[in-house]
Nanobody, 127 residues
Framework: QVQLVESGGGLVQAGGSLRLSCVAS????????MGWFRQAPGKEREFVAA????????YYASSVKGRFAISRDNAKNTVYLQMNNLSPEDTAVYYC????????????????????WGQGTQVTVSS
């Protein structure tokens, strides 16, 4: 079992930045692919970014590419999501997710491709 705890959400003005963190329990963090998803009110959960177990490969949704950056520190069991140039359309609950594996596949962009989820952290961007 892996437990995931997100933090770093909050209220920010359009154009601002936030960095989300997700800390995982256990000693095998380096063997997990990690992902970030988000869900806005009335919308389905959508993929944001994913990173391979080593951190050497990452995927991004087209809506965030160039503005968001995913990274990880395996020594700290933590994955990050740096979010820059935020817009009101980025307002959502952001979830961290994990699945056992080393590499990214097409399923890494789907919520069904993950086994473990955090409780979410709210990000609100005001205009």
């Amino acid at each position: 079992q892996v437990q995931l705890v997100e933090s770093g959400g909050g209220l920010v003005q359009a154009g601002g930045s936030l960095r989300l963190s997700c800390v995982a329990s256990g000693r095998t963090f380096s063997t997990y692919v990690m992902g970030w998803f988000r869900q806005a009110p009335g919308k389905e959960r959508e993929f944001v970014a994913a990173i391979s177990s080593s951190g050497g490969e990452s995927y991004y949704a087209s809506s965030v590419k160039g503005r968001f950056a995913i990274s990880r520190d395996n020594a700290k069991n933590t994955v990050y999501l740096q979010m820059n140039n935020l817009s009101p359309e980025d307002t959502a609950v952001y979830y961290c997710a994990a699945r056992r594996g080393l590499f990214l596949y097409s399923s890494s962009t789907s919520s069904s491709g993950y086994d473990y989820w955090g409780q979410g952290t709210q990000v609100t961007v005001s205009s």
